[in-house]
């Protein structure tokens, strides 16, 4: 138990720690422009990511990995606010958190295992499209001192790991975001600022409970939309922690993220905040920064709500110049230029999965709609595929009335017309032996093949013969195959 607990929590204190306080720092403007998306007051979208990041830490399947307050999330909630006001946003936060605890109850995260890495691919490439084009309109009609900072900042973040013993010590983007913000304080800039984005709460969240009708008309009102947060919250958490599992060569439990991100949301909505999920981009700069355990997610949320209650005023002046700095960094070093070297190599399939679920989600800004549009297509190229695994051989005796098929490969949906095209119906025959020991039968549209083939040779006289079913198929053809049950081959037949 204490083994564990150092594990997870204390094995990597100074990491921890140093890429806590970037988070933090890189959290304030998005948690701001977050809620600016949804409608709602700053305070929504910073006392939101307080607390799930807190709570995320506790809770959390997937050590290191950050969740917070979304761009993803405040997309789906402009309606509803909008519609109805924030006290219900609050109520659907808390049938979201609902929503996503039974998810991990009912195991639902291991359906991550039925997206493929050319989905993973495409959606990692999306988000670091969508974090560099979020920084434009900080780096449009602004003067010359805006791109000096920036570029000073990405030089401060390349450069400095370079620099012997202290390189290492201290991640380069809390010194360019140090450095920079005092730059600018020195040289008295007049450039965008933390605190032009909107004005930072002064005092600590408190416990809200939301004050709307408990009737079957608020459930109606709110249920499509706490279904909608449920789910892509849940998919871009579970997609998040896939990465953050590669990135550290260590695994996580995706039914116990889906139950703690659940509960984060609960807690955010009881304290005033919005529902929020993991951050993929916030998630990686922890990572790169060298945060590796739950501390690092802690630190983040609790030096938030220092930083922005009690040093408000030092917060504010931050200038934006460094942030894009640090998101352009992120937005480099998140794209996967691989998948650009491997376009000539790879199949043409998995090219085509990975640049849909892009282009899906850079043109709808909605991860979940890209992430399904590859699913499903990486699923029909499977298919397709694996319906083309599928021979049917066929040797005639000695007699010439008596011929044997061997069916090799799997029959399903995508195979079953191949399968009965393999047949000749007219062929004069006494007897035909379908043997089917090297042959898998998976759904009822391979079972209704089989039944057509049986019956079309029955009618024209042939006594049919079906052998070597393994004990699988033969479980679902018996259940549902009508061959070998008189009464309805009759039906079929017309008496």
């Given amino acids: 138990m204490l083994q564990s607990l150092k594990q997870t929590w ?11 306080l970037v988070v933090a720092l890189a959290l304030i403007p998005e948690a701001i422009a977050f809620s600016i998306i949804a409608g709602v007051d700053p305070k929504v979208g910073l006392y939101a990511s307080f607390c799930i990041a807190v709570v995320i830490a506790f809770v959390g399947g997937r050590p290191g990995m950050i969740s917070a307050a979304t761009g993803a999330m405040a997309l789906l909630m402009v309606t509803l606010v909008k519609n109805h006001g924030l006290e219900y946003l609050l109520a659907a936060t808390l049938l979201c958190g609902v929503l996503q605890i039974i998810a991990g109850y009912l195991q639902l995260g291991s359906l ?3 997206v493929s890495r050319s989905v993973v691919t495409g959606f990692v490439n999306a988000l670091a499209i969508l974090i560099f084009m979020a920084q434009l309109p900080e ?5 010359w001192h805006v791109y000096a900072m920036t570029a000073a900042g990405l030089g401060i973040i390349y450069l400095f790991p370079y620099l012997p013993k202290i390189g290492k010590l201290v991640p380069s983007p809390l010194v360019c975001i140090l450095v920079l913000t005092a730059v600018s304080l020195y040289l008295g800039l007049d450039i965008r600022t933390v605190g032009d984005m909107g004005e930072l709460p002064d005092t600590l969240p408190v416990f809200l409970w939301p004050d709307v009708p408990l009737n079957f008309e608020t459930l109606a009102i709110i249920f499509p939309y706490s279904a909608a947060l449920a789910v892509v919250g849940l998919l871009e958490s579970m997609m998040t922690a896939t990465i953050v599992d590669d990135l550290t060569d260590t695994p996580s439990d995706k039914n116990r993220e889906c139950k703690g991100q659940g509960v984060a949301n609960i807690a955010s909505g009881l304290m005033g905040g919005m529902a929020g999920c993991a951050m993929i981009g916030q998630s990686v700069i922890n990572v790169k920064s060298g945060g590796r355990t739950r501390l690092s997610c802690l630190i983040a949320g609790v030096v938030l709500l220092i930083m922005v209650v009690f040093l408000s005023d030092w917060v504010g002046r931050i200038p934006m110049a460094a942030l894009v700095a640090v998101m352009i960094m992120l937005s480099i070093g998140t794209f996967s230029w691989d998948s650009l070297r491997n376009l000539r190599t790879y199949p043409l399939s998995t090219n085509l999965v990975m640049i849909v679920t ?4 850079v043109f709808t800004h909605n991860l979940a709609f890209g992430v399904l549009a590859g699913v499903l297509l990486a699923a029909l190229f499977f298919a397709n595929k694996v319906g083309h695994y599928l021979s049917i051989s066929s040797t ?3 007699t010439g009335d008596h011929r044997t098929y061997k069916v090799t490969g799997q029959v399903f949906f995508s195979s079953a017309d191949k399968f009965m095209d393999a047949f000749d119906f007219k062929e004069a025959l006494r007897n035909v032996t379908i043997d089917l020991s090297r042959a898998h ?4 549209t391979a079972v209704a093949a089989l039944d057509k083939v049986v019956i079309k040779f029955r009618r024209e006289g042939a006594d049919v013969k079906v052998l070597g079913l393994n004990e699988a198929s033969r479980t679902i053809v018996d259940r549902f195959g009508v061959h070998d049950k008189p009464e309805a081959i009759d039906s079929l037949m017309g008496g």
């Fill in 10 to 20: 204390f094995s990597n204190i100074r990491g921890d720690v140093l890429a806590g």
């Fill in 112 to 114: 991550m295992r039925f």
């Fill in 139 to 143: 780096l449009t009609n602004v003067t």
């Fill in 358 to 361: 892009v282009v899906v989600v």
């Fill in 396 to 398: 005639l005796d000695k």
């Fill in 441 to 444: 039968f998976w759904d009822i």
